[in-house]
């Protein structure tokens, strides 16, 4: 799904096998990728209507605040997800819960599994890769929108018109995210650090912006 774009779809239909069969196959293939999508677009459907009922659903808007706009249209359904958009958003508050447990960032970080092991040996102490302890749906989908912050930073007409309903606060948070982790994202990459290296450092990042905008906007009173 990560490369199903509009220009791989397009080859795609100019790709021809001899034996009928290995036709039957890569258009069954190309069938169940739709599949999944539409699926995927219903899903998140469904979370968009049953959202406003939520309590935690002011929560859920304000983060969305942090999304970064590309500038052009999503080329696949994974790509319009990218950023703290709806899924990320809705995903991450589901997992944590209630934010005000975690005193400082880096314990939010930590419950994620975002953040360097490390292992000591007398006075030596040497940093590896994250822990990965925690919760890892929330760890994945945080790491999946990183990949969004490669653009430059900017307010997309949709966006703007999302956020001009959010407190001062929250927008101040959210514009200081998006030049913050854009700037970063080209710095490592520039560096020539691996991909995966640099967005698992942006997603550590974001859980930090994401627990200050959370801490701002407080959720709605349970019915119930």
């Not at 018109?161 to 514009?175: H, K, M």
């Amino acid at each position: 799904m990560r490369g199903w774009t509009r220009a791989y779809r397009r080859w795609l239909t100019t790709v021809r096998f001899d034996h009928p069969a290995q036709q039957i196959v890569r258009q069954d293939y190309i069938h169940a990728v739709e599949d999944a999508e539409a699926r995927l677009a219903r899903l998140e459907q469904q979370i968009e209507e049953l959202l406003p009922s939520w309590s935690m659903a002011p929560v859920v808007e304000a983060l969305q605040a942090m999304r970064a706009a590309s500038g052009r249209p999503p080329r696949s359904a994974l790509e319009a997800r990218r950023g703290v958009g709806l899924i990320v958003a809705t995903t991450v508050v589901a997992e944590v819960g209630d934010f005000s447990r975690f005193a400082t960032p880096r314990q939010l970080m930590a419950y994620l599994g975002l953040v360097p092991s490390e292992h000591s040996s007398g006075t030596s102490v040497r940093r590896g890769g994250i822990t990965k302890a925690g919760n890892a749906h929330a760890r994945r989908v945080l790491i999946e929108g990183a990949w969004t912050f490669r653009m430059q930073a900017r307010v997309s007409r949709k966006l703007l018109d999302r956020i001009e309903r959010l407190p001062q606060a929250v927008r101040e948070v959210a514009w200081k995210a998006q030049l913050r982790l854009c700037n970063r994202y080209r710095r490592l990459a520039a560096a020539g650090k691996p991909k995966v290296v640099v967005t698992t450092a942006i997603a550590r990042e974001m859980v930090g912006f994401i627990w200050a905008i959370a801490r701002i906007v407080q959720p709605r009173p349970a019915i119930g």
